[in-house]
């Protein structure tokens, strides 16, 4: 079936460091490819998303690129905040209008 | 954007109770609607497709008769923790896929979630 594997953390960074998050994944087809962020105490919310081989989402500085030939879908940010000390969630969706396939998550905290 | 409500956000009860949980769509449609359950340091796990006007799918392993979930009309689905257990103890969380097409189709938004502890 259709799997997501993402880097466990936790990792460790200090403010203005680069970020990768690694991400790859295992689908039949042709999923849509997703990052949720999830802040202490609180839900997931939407970071970017990409539906197609090649395109790039992008949001609050971070950018995920869907590639296809490496079946990938890693996490960059230039330069990392404080704020973005949070937990990473890299997801696939199948097919139109079914559940998110969730990896297990990094942690993220960064150190000014 | 698409804002998804849960109430309450915090619960906390006595074995043998029941608690309902509600997953709201605040400002689209949503005909499906998921609910998944967050152990700590853990990976979201889906334990129902909720669809509107029609009963809900269940995951390998989660008892319908237990948790039970009503999606009344296209804009709330509720959860029912039925006898609940402190294993039953933990962070569930709703999601809801926007109805339609266009670019915002095909993506889920999350509720805040609901922190459920059973004494």
Redesign the interface.
């Given at each position: 079936g259709d799997s997501v594997t993402q880097m466990e953390g936790p990792v460790t960074l200090s403010e203005e460091a680069f970020l990768t998050i690694n991400c790859t994944y295992t689908a039949t087809g042709y999923p849509?490819l997703?990052w949720?962020v999830q802040y202490p105490g609180?839900?997931?919310?939407?970071l970017l998303?990409a539906?197609k081989a090649d395109d790039k989402g992008s949001n609050k500085g971070f950018e995920a690129t869907y590639r296809k030939e490496t079946t990938s879908f890693h996490l960059e940010k230039g330069s990392v905040q404080v704020s973005d000390s949070a937990v990473y969630?890299c997801a696939l969706?199948g097919q139109?209008?079914?559940?998110?396939i969730?990896?297990?998550?990094t942690?993220l905290s960064v150190s000014s | 954007g698409a804002v998804v409500s849960?109430h309450p956000s915090r619960v906390i009860c006595k074995s043998g109770t029941s608690v309902k949980i509600e997953c709201r769509s605040l400002d689209f449609q949503a005909t499906?609607m998921?609910w998944y359950r967050q152990f700590p340091?853990?990976?979201?796990m889906?334990m129902a497709?909720s669809n509107e006007g029609s009963k809900a799918t269940y995951e390998q392993g989660v008892e319908k008769d237990k948790f039970l979930i009503n999606h009344a009309s296209l804009t709330l689905s509720t959860l029912t923790v039925t006898s609940a257990h402190p294993e039953d103890s933990s962070f569930y969380?709703c999601?809801a896929?926007v109805l339609g097409q266009g670019k915002g189709?095909?993506?889920?938004?999350?509720?805040?979630?609901t922190r459920l502890t059973v004494l």
């Open positions: 849509s997703f949720y609180e839900g997931l919310q939407l998303k539906t969630f969706s139109a209008g079914t559940a998110l969730f990896g297990k998550g942690t | 849960q499906t998921f340091k853990k990976s979201l889906l497709t969380i999601s896929r189709a095909d993506t889920q938004y999350f509720g805040p979630g």
